[in-house]
């Protein structure tokens, strides 16, 4: 897993999770190994840091 440097970044992509735009507008994570949605952004239109995008 990417490691926090505590300068609002992080060192490396976190590999076990994906992104993508719900139909609502907000950013969803989805854990790559069983297709669930982890979480939802719902308090700023801003994907997650450091998750790569589904295409």
């Known amino acids: 897993m990417a490691g926090n440097t505590g300068n609002n970044h992080r060192d490396g992509a976190i590999k076990d999770r994906s992104q993508f735009k719900a139909p609502s507008g907000n950013w969803a994570k989805r854990d790559s190994d069983t297709g669930r949605i982890m979480d939802v952004k719902t308090t700023d239109k801003k994907p ?8």
């Open 48 to 55: 997650f840091k450091g998750v790569r995008k589904e295409k």
